[in-house]
């Protein structure tokens, strides 16, 4: 870590002023000459067999120029990518082509059937109306439980049932804690389906130059790199011919880390219409056609001891994947085996998983990604043995936390946890909230007939993702630092955010390691044809791994740096120092150099030291050793409504300790935007499709963000327990609060409602449902 | 089924825009937030749904904060609008934009054109606005990352700024 | 949205002559809140629009001793934010600040509001808690109908082909009267759940004199709770509980969705008939 001077302040983004002046380029603002604009056809219908398709009247339409259908692209696009579907991993899976327009059967309602290029959007929209499409309507699958049941039509008829995949995970020995455990508290649990709903839909802008045979895909992606191989396979290119640009990219939330049918289609048209082609997705479609996330039912097993101490955990959970596969959707499932741990000591634990097809748009990565499932489940647990023994909810997890000198720690599931002092994060939070104030509060409210209610989350989650050996599609990232000849410096990275800051925060690591200013520096990131190869903006990764690529590349760039100056001074390597933007003999920074001083020399080619190369750029690629661990304690504090079941969030405090931090404003902000999006899950948001496999939630009509007036102010604090996985100390923060604050509040609702003898009630926590519990059951302390 | 196709005479439409006064001939069907991104050129002022509710499109027609996605070009007809790119002035950012620099009071900053444009109506009807005034003067602005905090803090900041 | 012919009349009367002209191919718009929505999702799709903006005459809004007039195509902020309602009718800018946010009440308008009879909307709660009477314009002249008379069914109106709501005429409440709105927002949409207005005006003797409340969210229709208003008729604040308890009496068909059951719904009714009632009676003394 350099000395600092940027890093750990309090900057503010560089990225900002273009986007608070309406100035900035989102795939929609890209306007390129004689653009088509394309609508897609999809499936009104959750399950049919398709018929023929009558596209005369849409192509007879004035201005439209082409109507594209699933046979006519069948055998010049390949399937829709799936990068985890080792057999090793998941035995005996199975793995359905996914065309990217359907061809003799629609699996899910907003399923691509066609798809029009015209010279306006309003025009290829008309032209949709005017397709006809033969439809035999099936039944449909809506759930886990349907699709095992049997005689449940099935989806993929390849195979005879829809079971997708299976996958299990065991560690210690399970038999034996629960024959040694004094109870067995079980529980069923249900994790709804989300829709991840980034304020940017997906959007696609396609060029094709035959003259160079290259192809130009503008699309709002987490992952511009993996896209270009994808495409590259699917449409049949030379990779080298194919470049991806994430532009400027409106949140993702994982549900932009993946490779859509409309990517691969507009290359395909823009190719073959040699015109550029625009798709900008509806709302509606994302709703339909961007991947949902969660989604696991399962029954939870906790075997434990009459102090509280957790012996084990069993989890048999099935997961709904919906249709098809995306990217990684069967790797979700098992992020959350693989932290079914949580923060807590016990050796013994197993998960079975049994994955169903159904009729739904698949699951895939959203925000934490199964780690939210596997901290919600545990924390709830905690909460449920906590009132089934009658003890505090806090002392057993006091109890059962992994000790701070037991760092590096291997859980059950062979992870190894890089560095933590639980205890240290969840005293601060019990500090800040004045829990014990907050206790007698509660009981004399109870008095009054109302109910306040106080939930604990203690997580811990896995970041920086991570160890290639552990990564469906790679784990490393790279960077490429260079330096001008006037010293102004560039970083490639191959990190592609969207939101998230890293021009700011890489900017900071720059501006102090080798002694330039903010504004000297600029981070390009989301070209294919700029950035060296790259993996992308998720998991918590892009400083953790991104960054400690280009702290490498910075430390390549400085080593050569000073040997230049040393050999210009006349000095020794070992003796130069950077000292005030100068590269100086110790003490003596009025004598040093700048870099751009060297910069000039490097270029310039004269007066080197010799065996040096002139140029002055570097690249790393980094390989991290282990994941990171971040974790903290997040408390809520709600009031429930006797009269209506409406959920008053009135205090939330979250302490986390995401490592070292590079700048508190962005951290803060990443926690804050975590937590809305935790407490959305908890009180608000459920994707819900009904028997016929409509979507009823469909728009933000009827499928609810978190607004501003849903929130207290955040109370924030933070402990500092540094990574040694990698050399800045930095673990991550990007998925924690929304991992942190869903059981938080989950565990704080039914803390209020203990009165009634509520122990556990599935998400979301609407009025409605808190409203019957209370209704069905007396307060029986009154 | 396409009779009706049979209307949409283009409709000459003028308007002041930032201060710039234009004509164009529309269709009557399209929407102003099509208009001021496709025809206009400004393409600041972004659409994130269909269904009003998520104000990324909000833009100030005659002084006023609306939704540019429910609103036709043709009944701006006349109107003095004020997007995002016409807040600031002489290269100097508009106090509340600055807020949001400051404050970081965006991430991915899609919805913040909107946002700003929301917080601009809010301080014109109430110059010295409460915590739970910001919450809810933004209540017609979806915004998925950042938990609306910073956002609250940018608006008092401009508050603070302008009352100064 | 399918293409339109598009027809911005200056005048009342040529708008009429155009709505006469174009029958049920045509759509009266109004600030666009209720209707565009629909267009965009093709759902209306008519084959001319007719735009009502530029009708001066039908954006004011008037607070005199004994009539409030509300122009049809006043905004919901122009109430919200009318510098005489807060005295005269609480009720009604009360509940202008309930409806969608900031931009829709800037934008959309309240005869638009009332004309489409969305069965979750919030001013059919209010005109029926005010006794509202609209003024409609028609091929053969002006009538006048009552609110009550005026909400027939899910979005279906007492307006017949041809015709325009033009109007809002609400007697201005007496001394010792008060109005409250409370209502349950979807939590995605903000439209009512259940909504309930209520005015009241009391007696020296601080009882229930007249009574009036709407509902809205809970059936097809808004509708009065006359069942609540005959209990409370004459009484005071302590027999509100008990008549509230009526709410969701006679109710022929709730509206259920996966936002909010029936019974759900009926229980919100009494339990905000209850709110706005005992608020209508705070202000009222």
Partial sequence: MPVSKTVGARIKRREDPRLIQGLAHYVDDIKLPNTLHVAILRSPYSHARIGAIDTDAAQNLPGVKAVVTGSDIKDTIGGIPCAATDPEGFPGIKVPHHPVLAIDKARFVGEPIAAVAATSAYIARDALDLIEVDYDPLDAVNSADAAFADGAPVLHEDWDDNMAFTWQIAGGDIDAAFAEADHIVSQRIEHQRLVPNPMETRGVLAEYMRGKDQLTIWSSTQIPHLLRTQLSIMLDMAENHVRVIAPEVGGGFGCKLNVYAEEALLGHMAKTLGQPVKWIEGRRENFLHTIHGRDQTGVVELAVKNDGAILGLKYAVTADVGAYYQLLTPAIPTLTGLMLCGSYTFQNVQMDLKAAFTNKMATDAYRGAGRPEATYLIERMIDIAAHDLGLDPLDVRRKNFIGTDAFPHETGTALAYDSGDYTAALDRAVEMADYDALRWQQAELRDQGRYLGIGFSTYVEICGMGPSAAMPAGGWESSTVRVDPTGKVTVLTGVSPHGQGQETTFAQLVADGLGVGLADIRIIHGDTDAVQYGIGTFGSRATAVGGTAMVHAMGKIKDKVIKIAAHLMESNPQDIVLEDDKYCVQGAPESGLTLAEIAQVAHVGVGLPPETEPGLAESHFFEPPNFTYPFGTHIAVVEVDADTGEVELQRYIAVDDCGNIINPLIVEGQVHGGIAQGVGQALYEEAIYDESGQMLTGSFMDYALPKAHNFPRFELGNTVTPSPVNPMGVKGVGEAGTIGSTPAIANAVIDALKPFGVRHIDLPLRPEKLWKLMQERNDDSL | ????????????????????????????????????????????????????????????????????????????????????????????????????????????????????????????????????????????????CTGYQHIVDAVQYAAAKMTA | MIPFDYHAPKTLQKAMRLVREHGDDASVLAGGHSLIPLMKLRFAAPAVVIDLGGIGGLKKVTAGHETITIGALATHYAVESHRLLPGKCRLLPETASEIGDVQVRNRGTVGGSIAHADPAADWPAAMLALNAQFDIAGPSGERAVAASDFFVGLFTTALQAGEVLTRIRIATPPENSGGAYVKMRQSASGFALAGVAAQVALDSAGNCASVAVGVTGVASVAYRAHAVEDALRGRGLDAIAEAAAHAADGVEEFQEDHHASADYRAHLARVFAQRALTRAFERAT
């Fill in chain 2, 1 to 144: 089924m396409y009779s009706s196709h049979k209307g949409g005479a283009l409709v000459k439409i003028e308007v002041t825009i930032n201060g710039e006064h234009q004509s164009h001939e529309v269709e009557p069907r399209m929407l102003l937030v099509h208009f001021l991104r496709e025809v206009v050129g400004l393409t600041g002022t972004h659409v994130g749904c269909e269904t009003s509710l998520c104000g990324a499109c909000s833009v100030m027609l005659n002084g006023e904060a609306v939704k540019a996605c429910t609103v036709l070009a043709v009944q701006a007809h006349g109107a003095d609008i004020t997007t995002i790119e016409g807040l600031a002035q002489n290269g100097e950012l508009h106090p509340i934009q600055e807020g949001f620099w400051e404050c970081h009071g965006l991430q991915c900053g899609f919805c913040t054109p909107g946002m700003i444009i929301a917080a601009h109506q809010l301080l014109e009807r109430h110059p010295k606005p409460s915590e739970a005034d910001i919450r809810r003067g933004i209540e017609g602005n979806l915004c998925r």
